[in-house]
């Protein structure tokens, strides 16, 4: 049995059980992930993952103020899933024995700052095209809320996971896994400007079956 095969049978058996997911968009509740896994962050600051489904849900506790960026793929795909002040998707693709930039970061769902917001359903309406165009979602903090919590849609190109955490205040980083290698950790793509080209290795990262076991 492959990898992706592997992933979806032990994400029906539901080996974490969650009896109703996170809402990522919600403020965080330590109650709504009991029973997930926790891991460190090289650096400071600690995750929480779990998952339900066809989803992972991440909760991402930095040591500071800052945003998080979470790398997903497989070996010829990885897409960066960026949460600042907005949310960002960009993606790389392995062809030629190089990892190139498909296109730029283009920012959704940017946090007001305390600004006049949507409406409540036109927000939940644009959170829920969101995630059906991108294959995740998370919540935007101008301030730099230190946790932030991701669902993430598994499919075929989604094997590996690296979870990056930027305090803006020193610019340094924490990760996860402690074997990532540097490409994830790159201070522009971090700060959401993406380099055209990125030498990637997501078999240094977690694999998302066990990530979530």
């Known amino acids: 049995m492959g990898p992706y095969l592997m992933l979806a049978a032990t994400a029906a058996a539901g080996t974490t059980p969650v009896a109703a997911p996170p809402d990522v968009a ?3 509740r ?18 929480r993952l779990l998952r339900s489904g066809k989803d992972v849900y ?3 506790h930095g040591p500071a103020r800052g945003y998080p960026s979470l790398c997903v793929g497989g070996p010829g795909r990885v897409d960066i899933l960026h949460a600042s002040a907005a949310l960002g998707t960009v993606s790389y693709l392995h062809a030629g024995g190089a990892w190139r930039l498909q296109q730029p970061f283009a920012w959704q769902l940017r946090d007001q700052g305390g600004a006049q917001e949507a409406p409540a359903g036109v927000l939940a309406a644009r959170r829920a095209a969101f995630f059906r165009q991108h294959g ?27 979870v990056v955490f ?7 980083t924490s990760y996860w896994p402690a074997s990532m290698g540097p490409a994830c950790r790159n201070l522009p793509l ?4 993406a380099p055209a080209a990125l030498d990637f290795d997501p078999a240094s990262w977690s694999s998302l079956e066990d990530a979530v076991r």
């Open 190 to 193: 971090v700060k959401g400007d």
């Open 136 to 162: 995740w979602l998370s919540t935007a903090s101008v301030a730099g809320a230190p946790v932030r919590m991701f669902r993430i849609r598994l499919d075929a190109t989604r094997q590996w996971l690296g």
């Open 30 to 47: 330590e109650a709504d992930w009991r029973g997930a896994r926790r891991v460190a962050l090289a650096g400071g600051g600690e995750l």
């Open 26 to 28: 919600a403020p965080y």
């Open 166 to 172: 930027l305090d803006t205040a020193t610019m340094h």
């Open 58 to 60: 991440v909760a991402v």
